[in-house]
């Protein structure tokens, strides 16, 4: 199952701190490919690789179950990388992606903490 094998040897190298040799390997895996996504943007945000961690976050959109956890806390980098940006109409659209599913949690908070503020200061 070279899927699994990729999402392995990434999780590996990212241990070791080789964030861009994990970075690699998680795009090739094919199984836990949520997960995959997340950590390979994670990567990419270590190495201050803003556009390919926002690319790799924007993948996450695609990825089913919509609850996914790694999915939503995936969205909420991205809807933080958009506000960086100064694109709040893109945060806000990924805000509510995370409001309507994602579970109870942390993430949920953020996401409802954010859409807020950005409403307030009149960015929306």
């Known amino acids: 199952r070279p899927g699994w094998a990729y999402f392995k040897v990434g999780e590996l190298r990212e241990a070791s701190g080789r964030h861009a040799a994990a970075a690699l390997a998680y795009s090739k895996a094919a199984e836990n490919r949520g997960q995959a996504l997340f950590n390979m943007g994670r990567c990419y945000e270590k190495l201050r690789k803003t ?74």
């Open 51 to 124: 556009a390919l961690a926002k690319k790799a976050y924007e993948s996450l959109r695609k990825v089913r179950p919509l609850n996914d956890s790694h999915r939503v806390g995936g969205l909420a980098r991205l809807g933080l990388i958009y506000e960086l940006e100064g694109k709040p109409r893109k945060a806000a659209q990924v805000y509510a992606d995370i409001l309507k599913n994602a579970p109870q949690g942390t993430v949920l908070e953020l996401a409802r903490k954010r859409l807020l503020a950005l409403t307030k200061d009149g960015s929306l």
